[in-house]
């Protein structure tokens, strides 16, 4: 039976084993194996996919899939307006598609964070450009890599990031890094790792214990004043003083 409408990409994991009834829906599926093989039937062909190879699924096929062996899967459903806009058409000509080494890294990337429960929606909205990129198209695209270096960045702000390192890692020039971020977020890299930072050190102020020069050192400060300047410069407020206002409110509302 069919499903109703779908969001343009929704990403999910799933395991599979013993075959179900046939089923099909209005979206393209995507199946990307993190470890493991399947056994499918798509329109009555029989196929196969492990870490090597892919499978996508059009819209209103009718398949089935099945599995003797323990497996995990990624699993996109991509609506059609998304579909409308990338190189979709190539991949469903396959249906099975190579996973090559970028490609692989990243749904190994994507399986360990569902392992350790960190699989949040910002790391899903993040990362899946670029693995789409990687699939769809010759390279990773520009506003992917920015999409996954924020999502990293945010995850982690009190790592030693600078404007340099954080280039480095989405594979762009300083000059075009800069470019970006006025283009996508209208300020500058290190603005905004220092927005990550404080808003970081905030939600520590006001859920842990910790001292505020701890805070400061775990969230990318040289020290207890570096942060509290930061804190005057951006919130109007020092550390002490927003530790004392966020867990003053609580009580006050109850």
């Not at 000059?175 to 050190?201: C, G, K, N, V």
Request: charged letters at 15%; proline letters at 6%; aromatic letters at 6%.
């Amino acid at each position: 039976m069919s499903s109703t409408a779908h969001p343009a990409i929704d990403l999910s994991f799933r395991s599979y084993r013993d075959i179900g009834a046939p089923n099909r829906h209005d979206f393209v599926q995507l199946v990307l194996p993190v470890y493991g093989q399947l056994q499918l039937d798509i329109d009555g062909r029989q196929g196969k996919v492990d870490a090597q190879r892919g499978v996508v699924i059009a819209a209103s096929t009718w398949h089935a899939q099945h599995s003797q062996v323990t497996n995990h899967s990624i699993i996109l459903d991509v609506g059609a307006a998304a579909v409308a806009r990338g190189g979709w058409q190539r991949l469903l000509e396959g249906p099975y598609t190579a996973i090559g080494p970028g490609a692989r890294k990243l749904i190994e990337y994507l399986g360990l964070m569902a392992q350790q429960q960190a699989l949040t929606p910002a790391v899903i909205h993040g990362w899946t450009p670029l693995l789409l990129d990687t699939l769809l198209l010759p390279g990773p695209q520009a506003r992917s890599r920015l999409a996954a270096l924020m999502v990293r960045v945010q995850a982690q702000p009190g790592l030693p990031w600078s404007t340099a390192s954080m280039a480095r890692f989405a594979n762009l020039s300083i000059s075009r890094l800069h470019a970006l971020f006025r283009e996508e977020m209208d300020t500058s890299p290190h603005a905004w790792l220092q927005q990550q930072r404080i808003a970081r050190a905030c939600d520590l102020l006001a859920t842990s214990d910790a001292s505020i020069a701890e805070i400061a050192l775990a969230t990318g400060f040289s020290e207890q004043s570096a942060l509290t300047r930061a804190m005057r410069d951006s919130i109007d407020a020092t550390p002490a003083a927003y530790r004392r206002q966020s867990r003053e409110t609580p009580s006050k509302t109850q």
